[in-house]
């Protein structure tokens, strides 16, 4: 089956620092999505971009599809944008959205 | 917020008891997801549901069942419950291209 990895596995950063998360997968995909996964659990999606650029705030995507990676940019980073950023590729069948999960990059920003 | 709830939030209970989750969704979207979330694993998919009464196999389905009566609710049931079911569970809905969500996980530790 696909292969989702991410890299880092683990990132420090200070308050203020700019960051880049990447999503590697094996195969090609119609969609992918980036979920920020806050320290209480919740996953809260950020990103669907199977392709180009989406900027929303501090935070920015860019998928480069026929390269199989997507990349996730935060910056002015804040404490309050710590915990578990995954990315995940769709595969479709019979409509629906089937995940497939990377592992994840856990963030942690330091005031 | 989309309307997705689960019950119970947190469970413990003893290894060889069946035990039964539930997912309910007041957003009348067609498709449901059952995922598993481990360290180092992320999250992968359990079982899905395309419609009331069809539903399919993820990749980490073995040791589970599930059912859909209507379309609000999404019961996944582990017959026999193992240590190595002890996880978190999140549902999700979806009702089409880019409308996925994720309720807030069931942590659940078998003993």
């Known amino acids: 089956g696909i292969q989702v990895e991410q890299s880092p596995p683990d990132l420090i950063l200070q308050e203020g620092a700019n960051s880049t998360l990447r999503c590697n997968f094996s195969?090609?995909?119609?969609?992918l999505q980036w979920f920020h996964q806050n320290p209480w659990g919740q996953l809260i999606n950020l990103f669907y971009?199977?392709?180009g650029t989406k900027q929303n705030g501090r935070l920015s995507a860019t998928t480069v599809a026929t390269e199989r990676y997507s990349l996730l940019y935060i910056s002015s980073s804040q404490t309050t944008d710590s915990g578990v950023y995954f990315c995940?590729?769709?595969?479709?069948?019979?409509?629906?959205?089937?995940?497939?999960f990377g592992q994840g990059t856990r963030l942690t920003i330091n005031p | 917020d989309a309307g997705i709830t689960q019950s119970p939030r947190h469970k413990v209970t003893e290894t060889g008891t069946p035990v039964t989750l539930r997912c309910h969704q007041t957003e009348n979207h067609r498709y449901m997801y059952w995922y598993r979330q481990d360290p180092g694993h992320g999250l992968r998919l359990i079982h899905y549901?395309?419609?009331?009464?069809?539903?399919d196999k993820g990749e980490v389905s073995d040791g589970y069942s599930v059912s859909r009566s209507k379309t609000e609710d999404f019961l996944l049931t582990l017959e026999s419950a193992t240590s190595s079911q002890t996880s978190v569970y999140f549902c999700a809905i979806s009702g089409g291209p880019d409308t996925q969500y994720f309720g807030p996980g069931t942590r659940l530790t078998v003993l």
């Open positions: 995940a590729v769709e595969l479709y069948h019979q409509g629906a959205q089937k995940l497939v």
């Open positions: 549901s395309y419609g009331v009464k069809d539903t």
């Open positions: 971009i199977p392709s």
């Open positions: 195969d090609s995909v119609n969609n």
